[in-house]
């Protein structure tokens, strides 16, 4: 039995203990003298008691199986092992335990197939079916075990409502701890790698250099062979690249926004709002692809008609195709936010004599401002964090200049660049992957905090 089906299993018998734990309640206050006793509960909270009862205890025992059962297995198989296998340094141990367990999945493995690993692959597969057997046993068994034993405490005195209530409770704040321990383990994470960084570049020449050179040189007297680690030239060009789109976005989509939601019909903006969130659906290497294609083309050839010097690459082509495509960040959230203001603000400036675009501008924006804030830092993230466009219409090069004509690079490209293909991990060049995303998170929660202080501050004012 797969762990799939084994999950399906619990699922399943969540229900079923649903349906029994509610038939029980109404058997159960359907037996008092002289009539009907009243439940504590509605019946449906009984119900919703069994399955939990059920099928929690059941789901915990399938995660720690599963996590756990990798590694057992693989210590069983390794103290199986013939002892010339067994002595092998950890590399080799590893790249051993790896075939074998490519063999067993039917994948290629890296090299010749004897009968040891044959054997072992088999003892491998033999230990994982009795793996799933053994939990798809327990894990049901514990689930009928205390859907039976709450099934017995089911009383008309039962308060099954506050028990539901404190579990669901419970789950949800289990739920806030992972996305809180899952943020702290990404910053560590990055942290840690970033300060094996700055270990070997100081930070004063990561953060002031003028120079972004990573590549590692082969020889002595090769340009760049102490490698150039100098992110002034990155981070300029992916502020440029984020004004530039944010330039292009806020203006249209903030201007969509009011039209969609002050000025349109009904019909015309129940077509023209979905037609315009399209554009958020549209793969990021469409935009690529037309950036390098049209738009790229079409500002060079304006470019030297008019006497300009314009790159093949350039950040004004990949900053307007950006912010084309996040102009549904901006429109779509600001038109929600305005459309949320209460009518009875828009009615008293109308009473004091305003007039429509008076209202929008002094009473409608400013109270729909803490909405806004937060679609724009939406959508300022998005275009920090955008690689395809920047790969596919400003280059790899990472050059500093205030030109937008010319060729630049962001952060994210330069991450995913450093990170491609077999590299040493623990080189400079790959750590300093970490160093920018480390700087970046840095900038990304600098721009929150700002915008939460805007916000708190419009927010005390109009509430």
Avoid at 17 to 45: C, D, I, N, W
Avoid at 139 to 160: E, K, Q
Avoid at 169 to 193: D, K, M, R, Y
Avoid at 357 to 380: C, D, F, N, Q, Y
Wanted: aromatic share 6%; glycine share 8%; charged share 15%.
């Amino acid at each position: 039995m797969t762990p799939g089906w084994i999950l399906i299993a619990i699922l399943a018998l969540s229900a079923v203990g649903y349906y029994m734990g509610r038939r029980r309640s109404q058997f159960v206050a359907g037996r008092g003298e002289g009539g009907a006793v009243k439940l504590h509960s509605r019946p449906t909270y009984y119900g919703a008691l069994a399955a939990l009862a059920c099928g929690i205890p059941a789901l915990l025992l399938f995660t720690v199986w599963r996590v756990s059962e990798e590694s057992i297995i693989t210590r069983l198989v390794v103290s199986g092992l013939p002892e010339a296998v067994r002595a092998l340094p950890e590399g080799g141990l590893d790249l051993a335990v790896n075939d074998i367990k490519n063999l067993a999945s039917g994948n290629i493995v890296s090299g010749e197939i004897d009968a040891g690993m044959r054997a072992a692959a088999d003892h491998y597969l033999r230990l994982r079916s009795i793996s799933h057997g053994a939990l798809a046993v327990c894990s049901l068994a514990l689930g009928i075990a205390a859907l039976l034993l709450v099934l017995r405490l089911i009383t008309p005195r039962l308060r099954a409502r506050n028990a539901v209530e404190r579990v669901v409770n419970a789950l949800l704040i289990v739920c806030s701890s992972i996305a809180v321990f899952t943020t702290v383990g990404i910053v560590l994470s990055i942290l840690f790698e970033a300060i094996r960084f700055f270990r070997v570049v100081p930070v004063t020449d990561f953060l002031f250099g003028l120079e972004w050179s990573p590549q590692m040189a082969i020889r002595s007297d090769q340009v760049g062979s102490s490698g150039a680690f100098g992110a002034v030239p990155v981070f300029t060009g992916t502020l440029m690249i984020a004004a530039i789109a944010m330039a292009v976005a806020i203006p249209l989509g903030l201007l969509a926004a009011i039209y969609l939601s002050e000025y349109a019909a009904p019909r015309v903006r129940a077509i023209l709002k979905p037609s315009l969130e399209l554009l958020a659906g549209i793969p990021t290497v469409v935009y690529g692809f037309f950036a390098a294609l049209t738009v790229a083309p079409a500002i060079r050839n304006a470019g030297e008609a008019l006497g300009l010097d314009v790159s093949s690459e350039s950040a004004l082509a990949a900053g307007l195709v950006m912010g084309v495509m996040i102009i549904p960040f901006v429109s779509s959230l600001s038109d929600d936010v305005i459309h949320a203001v209460p009518r009875s603000l828009r009615d008293g400036a109308c009473a004091l004599g305003s007039t429509p675009s008076e209202t929008i501008r002094k009473v409608v924006l400013p109270a729909a401002l803490p909405g806004i804030v937060g679609s724009i830092l939406l959508a300022v993230s998005r275009a920090i964090g955008e690689t395809m466009i920047v790969v596919m219409a400003a280059g790899l090069a990472a050059n500093l200049t205030a030109n937008p004509l010319k060729a630049v690079t962001t952060v994210t490209v330069q991450m995913v660049t450093l990170l491609v293909g077999d590299q040493e991990f623990d080189s400079p060049k790959t750590l300093a992957a970490f160093a920018l995303g480390l700087v970046l998170f840095v900038t990304t929660l600098c721009l929150n905090v700002v915008a939460l202080g805007v916000v708190r501050k419009y927010r005390e004012q109009y509430e």
